[in-house]
């Protein structure tokens, strides 16, 4: 008996409309799929190399979104959904959940304003507040970066509207730069002629623009002196790394004394000082 009530179940439920019904969606979406799939790669080929690599992913994946909601409507109607119903549905709805989505609106404006305003591009290197990063993609929503350590960073565009960014990629030069102290007893001409001769020695260093040699002022236990050179951008932070050793090098084989701080402690009477030295 229980046998046949679930026979009659199944007969029941499988009807041949709704085979035929299973059988149109699923050609439906056999055949929707990669037409989608080919329109993204048609339109990936027209626009290359024609508009930027952040406007090109917005517009494909704005169509593909399209292409999917419109496969998405077809399939539902298959189903016997009214599409004015849903509409108003989704009015009643889209207005519920409005107030609650004003983040996001707030993201979507932002983002467009960042794509039309193109102040970083995919693949450059940018600096928001204390997170220095490539940058991976660029959405409506959202910036995500590839940080040097290899780790995901998710910045809002309404964050990156309101912060400051700085694009270390932006141009194809940049001047890397140190602050080199010397003992106040050492000739301060002549070390700024020995920084020319580094400058002008340094594999990857450009010459024009000239290199920055400027004396910045005295400093606790030496005077400070701001040491730039110019390179390409992709050599900013090696050619940093090479400064100091060949600084440091030069200064050793001129005899050029880099001072470390000194600190100096006096007790007892003032006509009879104990002078206690101690390094730091």
């Known amino acids: 008996m229980l046998e046949l009530t679930t026979l009659n179940v199944v007969t029941d439920f499988v009807t041949p409309e709704r085979i035929t019904l299973f059988v149109r969606v699923v050609l439906m979406l056999a055949i929707g799929i990669p037409i989608i799939k080919f329109v993204k790669k048609i339109l990936a080929r027209i626009i290359k190399d024609k508009l930027s690599l952040q406007a090109e992913v917005l517009i494909i994946r704005t169509v593909s979104y399209v292409l999917f909601l419109i496969l998405a409507v077809m399939v539902l109607n298959e189903f016997g959904f009214k599409i004015s119903a849903l509409l108003g549905a989704a009015g009643v709805f889209g207005l519920a959940i409005g107030f609650a989505s004003q983040t996001s609106v707030s993201n979507i404006i932002s983002g467009i304003f960042l794509i039309s305003e193109k102040p970083f591009m995919i693949g450059d290197v940018v600096q928001i507040g204390g997170t220095l990063g490539l940058v991976d993609s660029i959405d409506l929503l959202s910036i995500k970066l590839k940080t040097f350590d290899n780790r995901f960073v998710r910045i809002p565009n309404e964050t990156m509207i309101k912060s400051e960014v700085i694009n270390l990629t932006r141009y194809d030069i940049r001047r890397a730069q140190i602050v080199v102290g010397v003992a106040y007893k050492e000739d301060v ?41 110019w390179t390409a951008t992709s050599n900013a932070v090696s050619m940093k790394t090479e400064m100091i050793l060949a600084v440091k090098e030069r200064f050793d084989k001129d ?13 007892g009477e003032a006509s009879k000082p104990i002078k206690i030295q101690s390094t730091t």
Not at 196 to 225: C, T, Y
Not at 255 to 267: D, M, N, Q, R, T
């Open 255 to 267: 005899g050029i004394e880099i001072p470390f701080p000194h600190v100096s402690l006096y007790a």
């Open 189 to 229: 001409r002549k070390v700024l002629d020995v920084l020319r001769d580094v400058a002008a020695n340094l594999p990857e260093a450009l010459q024009e623009p000239a290199p920055m040699i400027q004396v910045d002022g005295f400093g606790d236990s030496s005077i400070n002196i701001n040491f730039g050179v």
